[in-house]
């Protein structure tokens, strides 16, 4: 007894000793903006591809959403496993496919392709014949090999690629003056992204591990480029993937920021389409210690999100 007040003592003068952490600034809800952000370029470049208007892609994405009530289940399994709202998942959906990829009539095309990536056994990640594996382990990445954490670990190597090999000739090597994913994860053709999240595979990479750790789904590896491009196409596989994608978001500005985001799906739309969020979290952060009332603010995607959030919130 004399042992468990002592303990008792103890604990209570270091908490009372330690300054209590200040609590997150919740970002008010809605957009910022009166007017929605000017759309980026290449948006329109594939909306006149397609010759179909936003708001055209808007109605047909959310029609699939409607009618698609076990699509609408597993959305929201996967947002309850990452403890998140289903609706930020629905806005990303919603966003991806007004924006960034063409019409979908049916999320059953998502698990056709998913099949035929399984079996497409020639993939693999590279540039001129280095595999991104054998390129990861060249010296310059030294610094990246203690992180244990995949988001830090690929968020290291991006870092070190822009500033020792992009654009540059390296050993005799030229490299692309261009991002990493682009580089390095394009193996089929000009897409970038996959599946109903529209999911890069280098994305996909930098939350394998909380995928891994929540959903009990496989570790992903950058050597077996199929079963990678199986799991964002998926959609059993790829929405928990777009639920960890918005958890680490929410979860980086709160603890880089001191700012909750949790309730604006707009906001999380817009990181979820721009990323970069451990950049952006810390440019808040330094930008709120000269103005306290400093917020994130959405782009274009996102504010169509907020701007038709109790529309998305009636497929809930």
């Known amino acids: 007894m004399r042992l468990l007040r002592s303990a008792l003592l103890a604990s209570l003068l270091i908490a009372t000793a ?24 290449s948006s329109i470049k594939r909306a006149g591809e397609t010759k179909e208007s936003f708001e055209a892609k808007y109605r047909r994405i959310y029609a699939l959403l409607k009618r698609d009530k076990t699509l609408i289940r597993s959305i929201k399994r996967s947002a309850q496993t990452y403890g998140v709202d289903p609706v930020h998942l629905i806005g990303a959906i919603i966003g991806e ?16 392709k998913a099949l035929a990536y399984l079996g497409t056994k020639d993939l693999a990640f590279g540039y001129k ?29 991006e870092d070190v690629w822009d500033a020792s090999f992009r654009g540059k000739t390296v050993n005799g090597k030229s490299f692309p003056r261009d991002r990493f994913s682009k580089v390095f994860f394009q193996p089929l053709y000009a897409g970038q992204t996959f599946g109903l999240g529209q999911i890069n595979p280098l994305t996909a990479l930098t939350v394998s591990d ?12 950058a050597e077996r480029a199929p079963q990678l491009y199986q799991a964002i196409m998926d959609p059993n596989m790829s929405l928990d993937y777009m639920a960890a994608i918005i958890r680490l978001s ?3 500005y709160r603890d880089t920021a001191g700012v909750d985001i949790s309730q604006n799906p707009g906001l999380t739309a817009t990181l979820y389409n721009v990323g970069d969020v451990k950049v952006r979290a810390r440019a808040l952060a330094a930008a709120r210690k000269k103005n306290k009332s400093a917020m994130p603010q959405e782009n274009y995607y996102g504010w169509l999100v907020n701007d038709r959030l109790d529309e998305l919130r009636a497929l809930l």
């Open 18 to 41: 330690l300054p209590a952490l200040a609590a997150p600034v919740v970002a008010p809800p809605g957009n910022r903006s009166a007017e929605q952000p000017e759309i980026d370029m």
């Open 97 to 112: 496919h007004t924006y960034n990829v063409g019409g979908l009539d049916s999320a059953q095309s998502y698990y056709v």
């Open 129 to 157: 014949g280095e595999s991104v594996t054998d390129f990861v382990a060249r010296p310059q990445f030294a610094a990246c090999e203690g992180l244990e954490a995949d988001y830090d670990l690929w968020t290291c190597r």
């Open 210 to 221: 909380i995928v891994h750790r929540k959903s009990g789904l496989p570790l992903l590896d």
């Open 250 to 252: 929410i979860d980086v």
